[in-house]
T-cell receptor, first 111, second 113 residues
Framework: QKEVEQNSGPLSVPEGAIASLNCTYSDRVSQSFFWYRQYSGKSPELIMSIYSNGDKEDGRFTAQLNKASQYVSLLIRDSQPSDSATYLCAVTKAAGNKLTFGGGTRVLVKP | DVKVTQSSRYLVKRTGEKVFLECVQDMDHENMFWYRQDPGLGLRLIYFSYDVKMKEKGDIPEGYSVSREKKERFSLILESASTNQTSMYLC????????????FGPGTRLTVT
C-alpha cells in the first residue's frame, strides 16, 4: 500500500462546475497536509495547507481533512480552464522531517 | 516572494560523467530538498538538509550525493551518471525546524545518454 494515494484521473469537469479531488494516507501520525498544483512542464506550486480536522477555504479552493478516516480532499469551485493541471497531495508526519507525495490527480476543465 | 533557482533548465550528459545540479534560495530557509519526478512514480525524495553541512538520505539516495556549504545553496551530485538517472530534478526549500510549506524551483530536466 502506498503511503499517500490519489486517483490518477483524468478528472474531467465542465467549466463552472465543482472539481472534487481525494487523497488517502496510511500513517495515522501524519499531521500536516498540503495540496500542490503542477502545470505540465512546470514545478509544483503550493495552493493549500491544512493541519486540523474540518474545512479550510481560500478563494475558490476548499481543503477538507478527516484524520479519523485518514483522508484529505480538495474542492475547486467554479472551475476554470486555467485550473487544468495535476494536483499533488502531500503529507508530513508528527515528528515530520519530510513530505511524502501522492502520485497526483490530473484535472481537465472543459469550456 | 520566495525564490528558488536551479542552475540549468535542461542538461544532457553522457554515461559515466560527474554531474552537478545547483540550487539557490533567497529566503534564508533552513531546509532544502532534492527530488526527482518520473511519470508513474511521482515525486521521490533523494536527499535533504536541515542546516549547513548537514544532510540526510531520502527515499532514493543511491547514486547521488549532496553538498551544503552555505545556507542558501544545496548541490546534488551524480558521481557517475547512468541512463536510469534521466529525470526531472526538483529542488525545494522550506523555513523553520518543523516542515511546513515547501517552495520549489523550476526544475532541471536531465538526460543521460
Amino acid at each position: 500500500q502506498k503511503e499517500v494515494e490519489q486517483n490518477s484521473g483524468p478528472l474531467s469537469v465542465p467549466e463552472g462546475a465543482i472539481a472534487s479531488l481525494n487523497c488517502t494516507y496510511s500513517d495515522r501520525v501524519s499531521q500536516s497536509f498540503f495540496w500542490y498544483r503542477q502545470y505540465s512542464g512546470k514545478s509544483p506550486e503550493l495552493i493549500m495547507s491544512i493541519y486540523s480536522n474540518g474545512d479550510k477555504e481560500d478563494g475558490r479552493f476548499t481543503a477538507q481533512l478527516n484524520k479519523a478516516s485518514q483522508y484529505v480532499s480538495l474542492l475547486i469551485r467554479d472551475s476554470q480552464p486555467s485550473d487544468s493541471a495535476t494536483y499533488l497531495c502531500a503529507v508530513t508526519k508528527a515528528a515530520g522531517n519530510k513530505l511524502t507525495f501522492g502520485g497526483g490527480t490530473r484535472v481537465l476543465v472543459k469550456p | 516572494d520566495v525564490k528558488v533557482t536551479q542552475s540549468s533548465r535542461y542538461l544532457v550528459k553522457r554515461t559515466g560523467e560527474k554531474v552537478f545540479l545547483e540550487c539557490v534560495q533567497d529566503m534564508d530557509h533552513e531546509n532544502m530538498f532534492w527530488y526527482r519526478q518520473d511519470p508513474g512514480l511521482g515525486l521521490r525524495l533523494i536527499y535533504f538538509s536541515y542546516d549547513v553541512k548537514m544532510k540526510e538520505k531520502g527515499d532514493i539516495p543511491e547514486g547521488y550525493s549532496v553538498s551544503r556549504e552555505k545556507k542558501e545553496r544545496f548541490s546534488l551530485i551524480l558521481e557517475s551518471a547512468s541512463t536510469n538517472q534521466t529525470s526531472m530534478y526538483l529542488c525545494a526549500s522550506s523555513p523553520g525546524t518543523v516542515l511546513y510549506e515547501q517552495y520549489f524551483g523550476p526544475g532541471t530536466r536531465l538526460t543521460v545518454t
